[in-house]
């Protein structure tokens, strides 16, 4: 079964200091704390800083549960970049047969609106993982709040 979910996070900065905030692995880690942890190649500090060839993985990287404990991987490959407004991301993962994550800033009167869009298709359990994607979406949206300022 594939899954749809749409979560918004407005935030009262600009939108080059929010597309800085969810384009650095920094961002992406505290958003996903303390569940999970995505690593990154040494010296990799956002993803511009790797050459972006639009769909061709751009690094591997392991999801670790609590940060310690290796539960997936993803070969992060963008299929689209907009720079300073959007990326999707298409990448192969063990845990899905699909992947597709959209992430938008839109300018605003008070800030800005970062929308994540997903797609997915896990590979077994699929209610269950399809959970679990949800309740972490939910979570990097209350702490992206609570971190951008």
């Not at 899905?96 to 800033?105: D, G, N, P, Q």
């Amino acid at each position: 079964m594939i899954y749809h979910y749409t979560y918004e996070s407005r935030v009262p900065v600009s939108p080059q200091v929010a597309w800085d905030w969810i384009t650095s692995v920094d961002g992406i880690s505290k958003e996903m704390s303390p569940l999970l942890r995505m690593t990154a190649p040494k010296g990799v500090k956002k993803i511009t800083d790797v050459e972006v060839t639009l769909g061709r993985p751009l690094f591997k990287s392991f999801l670790l549960l609590f940060g310690v404990i290796p539960v997936d991987y993803s070969h992060v490959t963008l299929i689209k970049f907009d720079d300073g407004l959007s990326f999707t991301e298409s990448s192969k993962m063990g845990s899905m047969k699909l992947w597709k994550h959209r992430r938008e800033v839109i300018e605003s009167e008070s800030g800005c609106l970062i929308r994540d869009i997903l797609e997915f298709e896990p590979v077994f359990a699929s209610s269950a993982v399809a959970w679990c994607v949800n309740f972490l979406f939910k979570h990097r949206g209350r702490r992206l709040r609570r971190f951008i300022q």
